[in-house]
């Protein structure tokens, strides 16, 4: 893998608001969306049912147990989303980013198959939502919420999902202005907070 996507260039990337996806060619592209879709660490919201889901303790929710399994299945084709933007080579690269500790993910676990979850980098006060998977009903929005609940625990700051959809929208999110996500980013990399 050349330097593309080096674990220096990943991180000073993101440091910066700037994130990379594959093409269908296989070449890496970089996006630095305006606006900029975000969820509120305090306005995460959790319906009624979902928050029902989580009362009753459908899903084991663990935090970097299967990390690589996450992405890869995050990856593989699905139901309206016949092609992906997760590259062997990201797949690569945000391996070696969870091996240095800046990548994480979140799974939810069903009689101990990995049944949903999603993984993203942290940085300081920065997490920075890459991608979530879900074979089970909800075991995504589940694994979602555990993950905010985190966040917030850790005291994090900022929480980018990078562009809007009708699901992260119910779910909360709103789009800032660029310069106003700029801002955010700066605030959340100076925090001292630590993921785990």
Not at 76 to 99: K, M, V
Not at 109 to 130: P, R
Request: one cysteine or more.
């Amino acid at each position: 893998m050349d330097n593309t996507l080096s674990p220096q260039t990943l991180l000073s990337a993101y440091c910066q608001g700037v994130f990379p996806m594959a093409h269908e060619d296989g070449r890496i592209y970089w996006y630095d969306p305006d606006p900029r879709a975000i969820i509120p660490l305090d306005r995460f919201h959790v319906s009624r049912s979902l928050r029902r889901t989580i009362r009753q303790q459908i899903f084991d929710i663990r935090i970097d147990t299967a990390f690589t399994a996450v992405i890869e299945a995050c990856a593989a084709p699905a139901p309206g989303r016949e092609e992906t933007w997760i590259s062997d080579e990201i797949i690569q690269a945000y391996t070696r980013l969870h091996q240095l500790g800046f990548a994480h993910s979140v799974e939810a676990w069903q009689a101990n198959e990995l049944v949903g979850g999603l993984y993203g980098v942290a940085i300081g006060g920065f997490f920075a939502g890459e991608s979530m998977f879900s074979y089970e009903r909800d075991s995504s929005k589940v694994a979602l919420a555990v993950l905010v609940a985190h966040l917030n625990e850790r005291k994090f700051q900022l929480l980018d999902t990078q562009f809007m959809t009708e699901h992260l929208r119910r779910l909360g999110a709103i789009e800032i202005p660029a310069f106003a996500y700029k801002m955010r980013l700066g605030q959340a990399l100076l925090s001292a907070a630590t993921f785990l």
